[in-house]
């Protein structure tokens, strides 16, 4: 089974704070994502890493940025926490990028 | 442009009722499809991937309608356990998958 964790279920930061989401997978696979969901908004890209070190923008980049230093690890940084980044944050892998992808069970981020 | 719609919903049905969603898609050039769950508060989980042949799961059927442009999936003999919002996923133009919004299904006695 796959399987990816994340580093908290929940958290809460204070506006101007830098945050790190750390997100883990075993199964050896290539390609991470970092989404966002938000009521009647659904699921949108932030940031995915095809290989170690390889980043590419997704339909929301601004304001985060991203880090993969080693294949099962991808962070999502928060430069500087605002209000507006209150939202639920998914992490997921897939073996190749456009084949299933499987979730981590999510953080859900409060900025106040 | 959103290139993969679908009707939010909700969908409210008896036990033992089948149900249908469709979900369109833009990219004609799209190959990979796919079914997710979404219970309330969880993460999506991957239901069923959608081939051109069409792929049946148990209660579950999925099939893809290219000249149409979009994807199908039935749900045969609800269970109140099927209630949940189920996303249509199909590829962007890159190398990413859109997500649809996804469809609120709720199943009553």
């Known amino acids: 089974d796959v399987k990816v964790t994340q580093s908290s279920r929940y958290l809460v930061k204070r506006t101007g704070e830098k945050v790190f989401l750390e997100c883990v997978q075993d199964?050896?696979?290539?390609?991470m994502f970092w989404y966002r969901q938000d009521p009647g908004l659904g699921l949108r890209l932030i940031y995915f890493?095809?290989?170690?070190?390889?980043?590419e923008k997704g339909d929301i980049p601004e304001g985060y940025s991203v880090s993969r230093e080693k294949k099962e690890r991808f962070s999502l940084i928060l430069e500087s926490a605002s209000t507006n980044q209150t939202s639920m944050y998914l992490c997921?892998?897939?073996?190749?990028?456009?084949?299933?992808?499987?979730f981590g069970p999510g953080t859900r981020l409060t900025v106040t | 442009r959103k290139e993969v719609e679908q009707d939010p919903g909700p969908f409210n049905v008896p036990e033992g009722a089948t149900v249908a969603f469709n979900c369109t898609y833009s990219?004609?050039?799209?190959?990979?499809f796919f079914w997710y769950r979404q219970d309330c508060r969880k993460e999506p989980k991957l239901l069923m991937s959608?081939?051109?042949s069409g792929n049946e799961d148990g209660r579950f059927t999925a099939q893809l309608n290219r000249a149409s442009q979009y994807i199908s999936l039935l749900i045969r003999d609800s269970k109140l356990s099927d209630s949940a919002t189920y996303l249509c996923?199909?590829?962007?133009?890159?190398?990413?998958?859109?997500f649809g919004k996804g469809t609120s299904l709720l199943v009553t006695p």
């Open positions: 959608v081939y051109s």
């Open positions: 199964m050896d696979h290539e390609n």
């Open positions: 996923v199909g590829p962007n133009s890159g190398y990413a998958l859109n």
């Open positions: 990219n004609s050039a799209s190959q990979s």
């Open positions: 890493s095809y290989d170690v070190k390889m980043k």
């Open positions: 997921a892998s897939s073996l190749y990028p456009l084949y299933e992808q499987y």
